[in-house]
């Protein structure tokens, strides 16, 4: 018996030590992992410029949603030892380490690259959470939109509504624009804000029509539960439920917008499981209120016209008595120049007669006249001396005088200035005649900057950029940007 019970102690002691063991992990725990991925996405959302807000929304949407869905599922394992997870949930938590890591290497190293390393990295992800779906845990796989549109009010141009108290305008100079490179002044919460050059006693402008969130994933509602509530901003609200999907129709006031760059948000979708609230964030990027401005530099050839006054030489024609002589000569342009043959004139110098040596310029009848050219450049002239009586001798002196003409070939620049874009009007900027060279220059948001440029031969650029259309009209003379909510990348 003592044998036995010696025994007994020694295999309790075991266990006990095992069970000590196994409660003890000396790596980091899961929720360890899970709160330091957590922190490591927020880190870089807060570093993500324009350019990642619109490119890399999708990776940071897809390891939002596994993120959430792994805390979900191992909520009841939060402080078991991460190195004792089944390999399956470890290599989903692999495939979320390498994506921040894709997204950080994006970040860090901006390029079509490093964007593309992240997409995959994101696909990968999102096969993970996928696989995810075969349990009766919460699941969120999709949400739209990715991108909320902008408001219809632009701050630049808007004022706070009558109702809130305003500053008499003549202490600050009266109505000013914001000054470049300044945030807009933001609207008070009295109310929303109306245009500043409509009057006190008319309406106010548009109303924003609210954002439609739909969801997309599986166990999100239980029949005859709750039905799962959306927090935005200081909004809440609970979904309509339909098979599979949450639907929510979100007042477009509750996403802070920023007047000129895109901003991330995040809204945090409540899912009851019985006595608990299962939380999911959704991020989704806010356009802002002004798209952002451009400018269009042309190299125009022109060509400008000089003129300059010819004066031939003097042409003598001499004739003997009783007869008629003519004298014909033919001039050509200097090189470079062409006859104005509108400003052509002949003149006649000098007539001279003379009658058994006694001058006398009635005896001669002579004249200078044009006469037809052998080329069509030239200018050909007929000095004539024709005596009025058969004895008499004559000589005429002539010329001609003409206005001469050339293209003298310049180069300038016509520059379009920097123009606003706007979410409502496209923006038009004629093409020079003669436009042999562009260069286009955009900023979108205020961070994104784009420069397209090219031969007239060439054509002008299809649209590159997110949320702009470059186009032509049906002539071919004007070039159309088109800032567009719509056009996603």
């Known amino acids: 018996m003592a044998a036995t019970v010696t025994v007994g102690l020694m295999l309790v002691a075991g266990i006990f030590f095992m069970v000590r063991e196994e409660a003890a992990p000396t790596g980091p725990t899961v929720e360890e992992q899970i709160t330091d991925l957590r922190s490591e996405r927020a880190s870089l959302e807060a570093r993500a410029d324009g350019e990642a807000r619109i490119g890399l929304l999708t990776a940071f949407r897809t390891a939002s949603l596994l993120t959430d869905a792994l805390a ?288 006398d310029p009635t005896l001669n009848s002579g004249s200078v006249e044009f006469v037809p050219s052998e080329e069509p450049a030239q200018v050909c002239i007929a000095v004539i001396a024709r005596p009025v009586m058969r004895s008499a001798r004559t000589a005429t002196i002539g010329r001609f005088e003409a206005t001469l003409l050339r293209d003298r070939p310049s180069e300038t620049a016509v520059k379009s200035g920097v123009r606003a874009l706007d979410w409502r009007e496209a923006a038009r900027v004629l093409l020079e005649p003669g436009m042999v060279e562009w260069k286009l220059y955009v900023r979108l948001f205020d961070d994104i900057d784009r420069e397209f440029g090219g031969q007239a031969d060439a054509g002008l650029p299809r649209a590159t950029m997110p949320f702009l259309r470059i186009e032509t009209d049906d002539s071919g003379r004007t070039v159309i940007l088109r800032a567009d909510p719509t056009a996603e990348p």
Do not use: M
């Open 72 to 359: 979900v599922r191992l909520e009841a394992d939060g402080d078991r030892g991460f190195d004792r997870l089944p390999s399956f949930r470890r290599q989903a938590f692999a495939e979320l380490e390498a994506l921040n890591a894709a997204l950080k290497e994006a970040l860090d190293r901006p390029g079509a690259g490093a964007r593309l390393a992240a997409s995959k990295a994101a696909g990968h992800a999102a096969a993970q959470l996928d696989r995810l779906a075969g349990d009766d845990a919460p699941l969120v796989l999709s949400f739209t939109p990715r991108f909320v549109p902008p408001r219809h009010a632009t701050g630049e141009l808007t004022l706070p509504p009558a109702a809130a108290a305003r500053p008499d305008p003549r202490a600050e100079g009266g109505l000013r624009l914001d000054a470049p490179g300044q945030p807009a002044a933001p609207a008070t919460s009295a109310g929303p804000a109306v245009p500043r050059y409509a009057p006190d006693f008319t309406a106010a402008g548009d109303e924003d029509p609210p954002v439609q969130i739909e969801i997309v994933g599986s166990h999100l509602a239980i029949a005859g539960g709750l039905p799962p509530v959306l927090s935005i901003g200081k909004w809440r609200g609970p979904a309509v439920v339909a098979p599979g999907r949450l639907r929510f129709a979100v007042p477009r006031s509750a996403f802070a917008t920023d007047t000129r760059r895109t901003t991330f948000l995040a809204g945090t979708l409540a899912i009851r499981r019985g006595a608990r609230s299962v939380p999911f964030q959704l991020l989704f990027t806010v356009l802002p209120d002004r798209p952002g401005a451009f400018a269009l530099d042309q190299r125009v050839n022109t060509t400008s016209l000089e003129s300059n006054t010819l004066v031939s030489p003097e042409i003598l024609s001499r004739a003997p008595a009783g007869e008629t002589r003519t004298v014909r000569r033919c001039f050509d342009p200097p090189a470079g120049w062409r006859f104005d043959r509108d400003r052509l004139r002949v003149v006649i110098v000098e007539r001279l007669g003379w009658q058994e040596d006694v001058s």
